[in-house]
Structure formats: C-alpha cells, structure tokens
C-alpha cells in the first residue's frame, strides 16, 4: 500500500512553481483573478467533490448520492476524466485530480486562473456576491453553514427525517424559479400582492353593524373591489416564486383539515435553498462565456505563451483536442470560438479605424487600395517583442522607455534574476504581451481583416472627423491600439452573460462554419426532422435554450385567487408550450408548500385528429390550436379549466416566435 | 461520512422509501450514444421541473460535412447535444470539469496496469484460408499467368550488367604501349564489365596512328568522360532486352492464413425473486468491466446473455439487468442452455470461451452437485467464474459458490468470487481475470 499522503504532498511540490507562474502571467495578460487556493485530491475526493458541485460539505440529500453514483461508475469503468474542479468564491479553491500527468496540470492551472478572473468579475455573479452584508463571499462557510443547519433539523427528535427529504425534494422542484436577473435580496423587496387583505375579513373584525354593512358595502361592490385589487397585483407578477413562497407559504394540516403555519425550519429550508438557487445563477447563466473564456486563455498560456514545456507541449495539445474535439454543441468550443471572434472583431475596428484616417482611403475604396498582405507584414510584433530571449535582452533594452516593456524586470533579467528563457513573459508589460499575440496576424485569422463588411466601415467612417490625419498606412498602423482586442474581451466579460453574448457575438459566419441546424418535431411523421440552417434560426433555437436556464418562465400572478387563498402561478407564454406531465408533478409539490389550493395558468397546443390525418396526407405540418389552461390541484385531484380571456391574454407573449419550421418543409 | 449516507439513501428512494419518487425515476445508461461503445446502467431519479415540453422545443444540432437538408429525419435528438440535459453532465452546478471518452481498448490498457495483469488473449487462433492477391510466384505455369514484368525487369538487369561504354574502353586501347590485358585489367578496376575476349577483339580495329594518343591512362581518363549506361539508353533508346528462359516466372495465388482471436462471453444471471435492487446492481457493476475488458482484449467479441430461475431463457442485453421474475432457482438450467448455444454457434475449436455467471448462491438442493459442478466440468471454456452478489454476507442456505469452490477450486478454470458491495468489485474483476492468466 502506498502512502497516499505523500504521493499527494509530491503531487503539490511539483506544482508549487507552475501556480506561482501561472497567476503571476494571468495578472500580466490582464486578468484579475480571485486568490486560488490549489488543492490535490485522489480520483475517490475527486468523485464526492464533484458530486457536491465543488464543495465539501453539503446539505444531507439523495441527489448528491445519485451524482455520485454516477461520478463513481464514470471513473471505475474509465468513461471520462475529470480533470479539475474550481468553485466561484474568493478565495477560489481548485481541486486537481493527483494522477494528472505535469503537462495536464499546468493546463488545469492556466484554466483555473481564467475561471476565478470569471469569478470575481462578471456582473451576474456580482448580483449574488455583492449582496453580502459583510461584502465578502465565504460561499464554502455558506454551504458548510446549511449543511449543518440542516442536519441539526433531520436530527431533531421532533421532527421527522424523512419529512424534511420531502420538503427539500418540493422546493428543489422549484430552484430554477427564481428572479435571478435581479441582484439577491434576503428580504423581498418586491411589492406585495399577498399582502391584500380580504375586505369582507376586515370589515368583520371591525364590528360594523350589519345594516350599514349591507348598505354602503353590499356584496357587489365588495366583488367589483376584490376585482379590482386582484387587476392590479396580476399587472405585476412576482417571479421570485420560492421567495413568495417562504414568506406566504402555508403547510396543510391533517388533523385541524386547514392550511397552518409553516414551522420555523420549513421557512429556513426555504430560505436557504433559495439563497444556493441565487448563488449558482451566475454559473448556470454564464456557462458558454466563462468555459469559453477558461478555454481562450488556457490557450493562450500553454500554446501561444508556451507555459508547458516543449516536452509537455504535445500531451497538452492532445488534452486541448479532446476537451475542445468533444461532439454536439460543445460550450468549451463555442465560448473559445465566439470569445475569438469578439477580439478579432475589435482589433480589425481599430486597425480599419486608422485606415480610415489615411489621406486618400475611405469606405468605398477601401478594398481596392489598401494591401491587405502590407499591412499584415506591418501589423507583426517587433522583433525585439516577438522573440524575446536571454541572448536578446539587448534588443529590447533598446527600445528605451517603452510602455510594451516592463523595465524593472528587464533589470532583473540582465541580473540574471528572472528566468527568461521559460518565462519570456516576465519582462513585457499587458501592452508588450498584447503585440506579441496581436490576433489579425495569427496564421489562423489570415483574412480576417479584408472580410470587414462594407457596411462596417462606412459605420465607422460616418463620424469620423479627422479623417486625413495620416499621409501614409504606415503611420496609420504605427498608431494602431495593440490592446484594443483585449481590452473588448474584458468588457464584454464583464456585462454580459450567455443570452446576450451569444445575441451579439453568434454570427452567421460562425454557424455555416460549424455545420449548426435546427430540428423540429414534426406532427405529420412523428419524428423529429430537420428545420432549418438559416444562422438567425440557428442563433434563436440556441437563445432559447439559455434563456431563463433554457426553461418556461414562471411567476406568482395571485396569492389569492378567486378570493380563495389560492396561488396562481402562470407560465409566460413564448410560443413553446410547457411539459404537462411535469408541471403536474410541480404541482403536487408546490401544494406541500402553499398549504391551499394551487392553479397553473399556461396555453397548450392541441391537435385536431383530422386536422393532423389531413395533414399526413398531403405531406404537410398541421396548425395547432392554442388553448388557454388553468390547471387546479387541491391537494387531492386535478381540475382543467378553460383560462379566462383577460388572464391568457397576460401571459401570451405576441412578439416571440421560436418556431423555425419552414413554410415548405415536408414537401 | 455524509456522501456515504445520500448515496444509500439515493439507492432506497423510491424502492425501500419514498414511493412518491418512483414516478421519476428511470434506468439510463452512461456512455455515450454511438452505437459500438458500452454502456452502463445507471438509475437515474428526475424530480419534476417545469420545462418545455421536449417535442415543441426542437433544438440545434450539429452536422457532419454540411447540414441535413430541411425536412430531412435527423433522429432521436441526443441528451447532451446542446440541451443541457442531465444526462453525461453530472454537477451541472459546478460544470468546470473536463471529460474525455474512452474505449474498450483503452480501458483494458488502464485496467492492465491498475491491476498489474497482463493478460495476453490466448487459446487458439482461428486459422482461415483466403486466395490472397496473385504475388507467389512458380517457375512454370499458363502463359497468362507468366509474369512479363519480371522477365523484362530481369532481362534489364542483365543488360546492365554486360553493359559498358564500348567507346571509352577503345579510347583507353589508345594508351601508349599498353597491351590487351593492360586494358582489360584497367577496366576490372574501374567496374567497367568487358571481357578480354571482348578487348581482344576490339584491338585490331583500332587503327595504328591512333595509338599512343595518350601518354598513360591517366591522362586518357583526364579528357574522355566515361558515359553512364543511363545516359546511353537514353541516346540510343532501349533496342536489346535479353529475354531467357531461367528468368521466366508464373504467378499464383497466394494463400494466406488469416488468425483473429475470437471471444464469446456467456453472461448468466439469477433473475429469480431473491435477487433484489441491490443484488442486481452488483451483477452489473461487476459483469459490465469484464465485458469491456474482453471486448479491448480480442479482435472479435460476442456476447450472450442467459437469465435464469428455475427455467433459463437467451435475452438481449438490454434487458439482462432489468429482469426481475418470481420463480424459484435451478442454476443447472442456465448452464444447459449454455452449453447447447454454445455447441452450436461457438464451437469451441474457433472460440474463445468465457463462461460468467452471478447470483446470490441460492440454489435448489443438490443441483450444484448433481448438475451444476458436471457440467462445469464438460463445458470447454477458457475460464468459468461464479460470482456471488450478497450483500452483507452470506446467508445460511446459499451455498453454490462454496460448492463450487471446493469441488472446482483447484481447477485452473474455475473462479468463485464474492462480492458483498461496490468496493469489492476491482477485487473481484482481478480474481477473474488473473486466474484466466495462470
């Protein structure tokens, strides 16, 4: 048997200097990672972490047990590595699996780096980390603190364990529905439509004598202002439904055949498991933009900056192909390729911009006179910065003082005091490094520059004054922005999130290449079958399936529906029914925390047997009817109404449309 | 430990506890969708979302060399591709992890040197006998057999090899003062192929005043350049091929013996009422490697699948881990119907044998003995194994395992293994396999 402590303690020896390196050049390129704590683990506390989404400690709960079951059977059976694990807190702990080989390593570390960048600073993990009282996320003591909470409740003799499993099972069936686009509050601060009171409830407790009752507030105006009141909550539905839920939550109790109040930990369940839903929103919302952005500047570390060996660099480059080779819409893939697109974007609008400033040059002539191959040649990093090498400080020494080179490395260097020959980035500032992997002149992106659509440069051209400024493309290039590409890279990671990136960034260029289509089920040969290759179809399919983490939206419309006590929830209607079967499902467990009855607002399709047998005939997709439904459970049994005109029409969104069948499909 | 307890709780929803969850749970496989690879059941408990209804949401797909032209079928959209699902993404929640794929060969691979085995797949070779592509070659034959290009190639060669530069050898006659021989041992030292006969001949044809042109034959190789037999073909085209008879060949077809190692395993399984979730799920854990370690080992892999009670009967893969019967237990019946599918389709001059079988060792009385054991022992196989799935130990009735172990323990093709819970599984797959390698 083999020590596994000192295998492990080896394992991190030989890693002390790469994650030196690693953050030392993540910090140089521009990032601005969190802390990483590193830590080695064997492939069994790789499983049970990966199992825990990152974490050590979790809530008791058979799901992770499932996780693990299959994390389990993935390993022993040799089905996948997982090759490292980071989670988002500051600091970030990253956990690497021991039985990686160096090269492996040092690729985790460089991806590690680029996620606590992701981490620490894109706006929609802010929504959650700056909401913090003290301001600090510690999402590890969180996690470890509802573990312990919540095995403090299973344990207690007075309550039942596998109550409690239950209870956790119905609000996880609701985790997703949150207002997760809003920054996390503790308290809701949304106005509140369950806190109308019932008149008729008031006006009897204040004693108020039944004449004057009948008189002044007979029945029907009593209904025409619950009517009213209930107009004016629905005008503003409530999408933090499990926040709803905790603080208007009832529990149904056998005996007294009423709803009761929710005991104390029933409400604290909810509220940290609402409170996780928040914390990993900014993960689940961003999945193609921080794997991409981990991927990019993997990338560029290992292969372009060559931070694995000449040794390593093969076993890395067969890691890179695997991750990136994986089939079906890969989010590594994906992210990498649009991340690529929004620099090249940017650094062909700089270098056009000065173009444009040339004496003689505008948006007409533009591919007529300038020579793209001149310009690529000019666009080449110096020589001094290109090559950079212990034989060749000299060179850059000579450059004086230069924003591109750090001096007081370069100091160094000539000392002998930094290793230049692995590290050649030591002695180059974010500017230096942004010439030296300068993306237009890539071998990869040759082209890139002349596909500039017309229509972009004369976009450019319109407001721009000074443009004669330079007499030659020479001195246009001379003044080019090398950080521009970079600098855009750091923008969009900040503000944006996977809809909106892939909204702007998904171009049409990027789906031919990439062979992408859209399917559609077909009704008349009851598969599924292939839609449509138009990159806008493309592009829609897609943004539906990251929108709201690719799931119906659904809000709390009324607390107190038909003046009943009931919830109604409605499904915001975007032309893609939901699944029934499961929404039924929901139901039954939303019951178990409302206490009353609850309803479902949503449109299903329905078919017309004759409709669709006509259809088949002629080779042709039958029209569905959309039907408004309210669906009742009442803790017993389910009732189907017809939705009322007034209600449907709320929840029908006119101007979405993510159908992309075309008019002649079947033919 | 915490994960310990959710993954048994895990194990008991909706089978032991928590019959409100049996609606949601399903039996996956892990692996992926092509075809060829293996895969492995997992269960899988969905607790209902609200989601789109999967038929009306469509999707985005993927195509290879192009895109499927509308209206094209594209099949059953993958879980993965694209659509987030959970299947093949465990902790969505983390989703910073890096997956890659591996296959049977591969796994063998990790499997050899986890566990120090080094199994090389033996038994015999089946030997086939195909006409190979006509490369042998006889020395007589039908004359559409005779293979011309050999001959010419032959006779070219022969023809290079009497060749020489006749004139630089009568420039060199022109030496002064050398005689016949001189000339003839002047042209051994530099390779140029003449006889003295040849020279011989040639001497009197030079005329008189010539000779002496040149002083030595230094001098002589110092003005003519020698030309190459190439560049004299080239001048003076090919005109002579010197065709003989020694160098005529006949073409026929070659035989080639073709030798792949072929594998049939014999999966068997007690499906019979005493075989519960967990029991089950053992059998699986364990058969499912060793089906993949042996799919990596040899060429060619079949596999049958026998289920048993007190009756046996073949089933596809599929559905071997799921069945669940009532019966009682007569594990001979299996071993029957083994042998009779394998004397028919796996003869066991051509075929590897693996012969795998698992229960919880229960068994009607005396038919170990009686019949189980005999036939053990009448099946050719390169290896039997018994394993038994129990879980928290033995019980007191079940006793095939031992049976078979004391009859058969020494028998080096014969292994009983006992597994009582996942852990034990790598040390069962190594009993099996390295008792095979003995």
Same mark, same amino acid.
């Given at each position: 048997?083999?020590?596994?402590?000192?295998?492990?303690?080896?394992?991190?020896?030989?890693?002390?200097?790469?994650?030196? +390196?690693?953050a030392?050049?993540?910090?140089?390129?521009?990032?601005?990672?969190?802390?990483?704590?590193?830590?080695?683990?064997?492939?069994?506390?790789?499983?049970?972490?990966?199992?825990?989404?990152?974490?050590?400690?979790?809530?008791?709960?058979?799901?992770?047990?499932?996780?693990?079951?299959?994390?389990?059977?993935?390993?022993?059976?040799?089905?996948?590595?997982?090759?490292?694990?980071?989670?988002?807190?500051?600091? %970030?702990?990253a956990?690497?699996?021991?039985?990686? %080989?160096?090269?492996?390593?040092?690729?985790?570390?460089?991806?590690?780096?680029?996620?606590?960048?992701f981490?620490a600073?894109?706006?929609?993990?802010?929504?959650?980390?700056?909401?913090g009282? #003290?301001?600090?996320?510690?999402?590890?003591?969180?996690?470890?603190r509802?573990?312990?909470?919540?095995s403090?409740y299973?344990?207690?003799?007075?309550?039942?364990?596998?109550?409690?499993?239950?209870?956790?099972?119905?609000?996880l069936?609701?985790?997703?529905?949150?207002?997760q686009?809003?920054?996390?509050?503790?308290?809701?601060?949304?106005?509140?439509?369950?806190?109308? #009171?019932?008149?008729?409830?008031?006006?009897?407790?204040?004693?108020?004598?039944?004449?004057?009752?009948?008189?002044?507030?007979?029945?029907?105006?009593?209904?025409?202002?619950?009517?009213?009141?209930r107009?004016?909550?629905?005008?503003?539905?409530?999408?933090?439904?499990?926040?709803?839920?905790?603080?208007?939550?009832?529990?149904?109790?056998?005996?007294?055949?009423?709803?009761?109040?929710?005991?104390?930990?029933?409400?604290?369940?909810?509220?940290?498991?609402?409170t996780?839903?928040?914390y990993?929103?900014?993960?689940?919302?961003?999945?193609?933009?921080? +794997?991409?952005?981990?991927?990019y500047?993997?990338?560029l570390?290992?292969?372009?900056?060559?931070?694995?060996?000449?040794?390593?660099?093969?076993?890395?480059?067969?890691?890179?192909?695997?991750?990136?080779?994986?089939p079906?819409?890969?989010?590594?893939?994906?992210?990498?390729?649009?991340?690529?697109?929004v620099?090249?974007?940017?650094?062909?609008?700089?270098?056009?911009?000065?173009?444009l400033?040339v004496?003689?040059?505008?948006?007409?002539?533009?591919?007529?006179?300038?020579?793209f191959?001149?310009?690529?040649?000019?666009?080449?990093?110096?020589?001094?910065?290109?090559?950079?090498?212990?034989?060749?400080?000299?060179?850059?020494?000579?450059?004086?003082?230069?924003?591109?080179?750090?001096?007081?490395?370069?100091?160094?260097?000539?000392?002998?005091?930094?290793?230049?020959?692995?590290?050649?980035?030591?002695?180059?500032?974010?500017?230096?490094?942004?010439?030296?992997?300068?993306?237009?002149?890539?071998?990869?992106?040759?082209?890139?520059?002349?596909?500039?659509?017309?229509?972009?440069?004369?976009?450019?051209?319109?407001? *721009?004054?000074?443009?004669?400024?330079?007499?030659?493309?020479? !001195?246009?290039?001379?003044?080019?922005?090398?950080?521009?590409?970079?600098?855009?890279?750091?923008?969009v990671?900040?503000?944006?999130n996977?809809?909106?990136?892939?909204? !702007?960034?998904?171009s049409?260029?990027?789906?031919?290449e990439?062979?992408?289509?859209?399917?559609?089920? %077909?009704?008349a040969?009851?598969?599924?079958?292939?839609?449509?290759?138009?990159?806008?179809?493309?592009?829609?399919k897609?943004?539906?399936?990251?929108?709201?983490?690719?799931?119906?939206?659904?809000?709390?419309?009324?607390?107190?529906?038909?003046?009943?006590?009931?919830?109604?929830?409605?499904?915001?209607?975007?032309?893609?029914?939901?699944?029934?079967?499961?929404?039924?499902g929901?139901?039954?467990?939303?019951?178990?925390?409302?206490?009353?009855?609850?309803?479902? *607002?949503?449109?299903?399709?329905?078919?017309?047997?004759?409709?669709?047998?006509?259809?088949?005939?002629?080779?042709?997709?039958?029209?569905?009817?959309?039907?408004?439904?309210?669906?009742?459970?009442?803790?017993?049994?389910?009732?189907?109404h017809?939705?009322?005109?007034?209600?449907?029409?709320?929840?029908?969104?006119?101007?979405?449309?993510?159908?992309?069948?075309?008019?002649?499909?079947?033919? | 430990?915490?994960?310990r307890?959710?993954?048994?709780?895990?194990?008991?929803?909706?089978?032991?506890?928590?019959?409100?969850?049996?609606?949601?749970?399903?039996?996956?496989?892990?692996?992926?969708?092509?075809?060829?690879?293996?895969?492995?059941?997992?269960?899988?408990?969905?607790?209902?979302?609200?989601?789109?209804?999967?038929?009306?949401?469509?999707?985005?797909?993927?195509?290879?060399?192009?895109?499927?032209?509308?209206?094209?079928?594209?099949?059953?959209p993958?879980?993965?591709?694209?659509?987030?699902?959970?299947?093949?993404?465990?902790?969505?929640?983390?989703?910073?992890?890096?997956?890659?794929?591996? /296959?049977?060969?591969?796994?063998?691979?990790?499997?050899?040197?986890e566990?120090?085995?080094?199994?090389?797949?033996?038994?015999?070779?089946?030997? =086939? =006998?195909?006409?190979?592509?006509?490369?042998?070659?006889?020395?007589?034959?039908?004359?559409?057999?005779?293979?011309?290009?050999?001959?010419?190639?032959?006779?070219?060669?022969?023809?290079?090899?009497?060749?020489?530069?006749?004139?630089?050898?009568?420039?060199?006659?022109?030496?002064?003062?050398?005689?016949?021989?001189?000339?003839?041992q002047?042209?051994?030292?530099?390779?140029?192929?003449?006889?003295?006969a040849?020279?011989?001949?040639? @001497?009197?044809?030079?005329?008189?005043?010539?000779?002496?042109? @040149?002083?030595?034959?230094?001098?002589?190789?110092g003005?003519?350049?020698q030309?190459?037999?190439?560049?004299?073909?080239?001048?003076?085209?090919?005109?002579?091929?010197?065709?003989?008879?020694?160098?005529e060949r006949?073409?026929?077809?070659?035989?080639?013996?073709?030798?792949?190692?072929?594998?049939?395993?014999v999966?068997?399984?007690?499906?019979?009422?005493?075989?519960?979730?967990?029991?089950?799920?053992?059998?699986?854990?364990?058969?499912?490697?060793?089906?993949?370690?042996?799919?990596?080992?040899?060429?060619?892999?079949?596999?049958?699948?026998?289920?048993?009670?007190?009756?046996?009967? =073949?089933?596809?893969?599929?559905?071997?881990?799921?069945?669940?019967?009532?019966?009682?237990t007569?594990?001979?019946?299996?071993?029957?119907?083994?042998?009779?599918?394998l004397?028919?389709r796996?003869?066991?001059?051509?075929?590897?044998r693996?012969?795998?079988?698992?229960?919880?060792?229960?068994?009607?009385?005396?038919?170990?003995?009686?019949?189980?054991?005999?036939?053990?022992?009448?099946?050719?196989?390169?290896?039997h194994?018994?394993?038994?799935?129990?879980?928290?130990?033995?019980?007191?009735?079940?006793?095939?395992?031992?049976?078979?172990?004391?009859?058969?323990?020494?028998?080096?093709?014969?292994?009983?293994?006992?597994?009582?819970?996942?852990? /034990?599984v790598?040390?069962?797959?190594? =009993?099996?396999?390295?008792?095979?390698?003995?």
């Amino acid at each position: 048997m083999k020590d596994d402590r000192i295998d492990a303690q080896r394992a991190a020896n030989r890693l002390e200097e790469p994650v030196r +390196e690693a953050a030392a050049l993540a910090r140089k390129l521009g990032l601005d990672p969190y802390p990483v704590n590193y830590w080695v683990v064997d492939h069994d506390e790789m499983n049970e972490l990966i199992a825990y989404g990152g974490f050590q400690n979790r809530y008791p709960h058979w799901r992770w047990g499932m996780q693990y079951d299959r994390q389990q059977k993935q390993d022993q059976f040799g089905m996948g590595k997982a090759f490292e694990i980071v989670n988002n807190d500051d600091p %970030s702990h990253a956990f690497l699996q021991e039985s990686n %080989s160096l090269a492996d390593q040092k690729a985790v570390i460089t991806h590690v780096e680029a996620h606590a960048d992701f981490f620490a600073n894109n706006e929609w993990f802010g929504l959650f980390k700056n909401a913090g009282a #003290e301001g600090d996320l510690d999402a590890t003591a969180m996690l470890e603190r509802h573990g312990d909470t919540i095995s403090g409740y299973m344990d207690d003799p007075d309550v039942d364990r596998e109550e409690v499993e239950r209870f956790i099972d119905a609000v996880l069936c609701l985790e997703d529905t949150i207002d997760q686009h809003r920054a996390f509050t503790a308290e809701d601060d949304r106005r509140d439509p369950g806190e109308y #009171e019932d008149l008729r409830d008031r006006l009897d407790e204040m004693d108020i004598s039944e004449d004057v009752q009948r008189q002044v507030f007979d029945d029907e105006w009593l209904d025409e202002f619950a009517e009213r009141e209930r107009e004016a909550r629905i005008d503003e539905p409530h999408e933090d439904v499990l926040a709803y839920l905790r603080d208007h939550g009832r529990q149904y109790d056998e005996e007294k055949e009423r709803a009761v109040e929710m005991e104390p930990w029933q409400k604290d369940v909810i509220d940290m498991l609402r409170t996780e839903s928040y914390y990993f929103a900014g993960q689940k919302m961003t999945k193609v933009m921080n +794997e991409g952005w981990a991927a990019y500047w993997e990338s560029l570390m290992m292969g372009d900056e060559r931070f694995a060996g000449d040794d390593e660099f093969l076993t890395y480059a067969d890691h890179q192909a695997r991750v990136l080779g994986s089939p079906g819409l890969n989010p590594y893939k994906l992210g990498k390729e649009l991340w690529e697109y929004v620099e090249n974007t940017a650094n062909r609008e700089e270098v056009a911009e000065n173009l444009l400033r040339v004496r003689g040059i505008t948006w007409r002539n533009f591919h007529d006179v300038v020579d793209f191959e001149d310009v690529r040649a000019a666009l080449e990093p110096h020589s001094a910065i290109e090559g950079v090498a212990p034989d060749s400080l000299s060179d850059l020494a000579a450059l004086g003082d230069d924003p591109r080179v750090d001096a007081d490395a370069l100091e160094r260097a000539r000392e002998d005091a930094v290793d230049v020959e692995r590290y050649p980035w030591k002695v180059l500032t974010y500017e230096g490094l942004a010439e030296r992997h300068f993306s237009l002149v890539k071998r990869q992106n040759r082209g890139f520059l002349e596909r500039i659509r017309r229509s972009d440069l004369e976009r450019i051209a319109r407001y *721009m004054f000074d443009d004669e400024k330079y007499d030659t493309v020479e !001195a246009a290039l001379d003044d080019v922005d090398y950080t521009a590409g970079w600098d855009r890279l750091f923008e969009v990671r900040e503000s944006h999130n996977d809809v909106t990136f892939i909204d !702007a960034f998904l171009s049409e260029e990027f789906v031919t290449e990439n062979d992408y289509f859209t399917y559609e089920y %077909s009704r008349a040969t009851g598969d599924f079958r292939a839609a449509s290759d138009d990159y806008r179809d493309v592009k829609k399919k897609l943004l539906l399936q990251f929108t709201n983490f690719g799931k119906p939206t659904i809000a709390v419309y009324d607390g107190n529906f038909g003046n009943r006590n009931e919830l109604l929830l409605g499904h915001q209607y975007n032309g893609v029914m939901l699944d029934v079967e499961q929404a039924k499902g929901v139901l039954e467990r939303t019951y178990q925390l409302w206490g009353r009855p609850v309803n479902l *607002m949503t449109i299903v399709k329905e078919y017309d047997d004759h409709d669709v047998e006509v259809a088949q005939r002629r080779n042709r997709e039958p029209e569905p009817i959309e039907v408004g439904t309210r669906i009742r459970y009442d803790g017993d049994r389910f009732e189907t109404h017809d939705l009322d005109d007034d209600l449907r029409e709320r929840i029908a969104a006119a101007d979405v449309d993510y159908d992309t069948k075309p008019e002649e499909w079947l033919g | 430990m915490g994960l310990r307890e959710d993954l048994e709780r895990f194990r008991e929803v909706g089978e032991q506890r928590r019959e409100d969850l049996e609606e949601f749970i399903s039996y996956g496989n892990l692996g992926s969708s092509d075809p060829d690879s293996i895969k492995i059941p997992i269960k899988v408990v969905d607790l209902p979302e609200f989601e789109y209804d999967r038929l009306d949401k469509g999707g985005v797909g993927q195509g290879q060399d192009g895109t499927p032209d509308a209206g094209q079928p594209v099949g059953q959209p993958r879980p993965g591709d694209g659509d987030d699902g959970e299947e093949g993404d465990p902790g969505e929640e983390a989703g910073d992890h890096e997956y890659y794929e591996m /296959d049977p060969e591969e796994f063998a691979e990790e499997l050899d040197e986890e566990l120090g085995l080094d199994l090389e797949p033996k038994g015999k070779e089946v030997v =086939e =006998e195909i006409e190979g592509d006509y490369t042998d070659v006889t020395r007589t034959g039908p004359n559409s057999t005779l293979d011309f290009e050999r001959l010419f190639k032959q006779g070219l060669k022969r023809k290079l090899a009497t060749d020489f530069d006749e004139e630089y050898v009568r420039e060199a006659m022109k030496v002064a003062d050398t005689t016949p021989r001189e000339v003839y041992q002047w042209c051994r030292e530099r390779n140029v192929l003449v006889s003295l006969a040849w020279v011989e001949d040639a @001497w009197d044809d030079v005329p008189a005043e010539e000779r002496g042109t @040149w002083d030595s034959f230094e001098e002589m190789e110092g003005n003519v350049d020698q030309e190459t037999t190439v560049q004299r073909i080239r001048r003076e085209g090919l005109t002579e091929v010197p065709f003989r008879r020694e160098d005529e060949r006949y073409r026929h077809p070659e035989v080639v013996e073709k030798k792949e190692r072929n594998v049939v395993v014999v999966n068997i399984r007690d499906v019979s009422g005493s075989m519960r979730e967990q029991k089950r799920e053992l059998v699986e854990r364990t058969f499912t490697p060793l089906d993949w370690y042996l799919t990596g080992k040899y060429d060619r892999a079949e596999f049958v699948y026998i289920a048993h009670d007190a009756e046996a009967w =073949e089933v596809e893969r599929e559905n071997f881990f799921g069945i669940q019967s009532g019966g009682g237990t007569r594990i001979s019946s299996a071993y029957e119907l083994a042998q009779d599918l394998l004397e028919e389709r796996y003869p066991w001059s051509e075929w590897n044998r693996y012969v795998f079988a698992a229960g919880d060792s229960e068994n009607s009385s005396n038919d170990t003995t009686e019949n189980v054991i005999p036939l053990m022992e009448e099946i050719p196989a390169n290896l039997h194994a018994y394993v038994e799935t129990q879980p928290g130990g033995t019980a007191i009735n079940a006793t095939h395992a031992e049976e078979v172990e004391r009859e058969l323990g020494d028998a080096d093709n014969v292994a009983v293994t006992y597994v009582s819970d996942p852990a /034990d599984v790598i040390d069962a797959i190594y =009993e099996i396999l390295s008792t095979e390698d003995s």
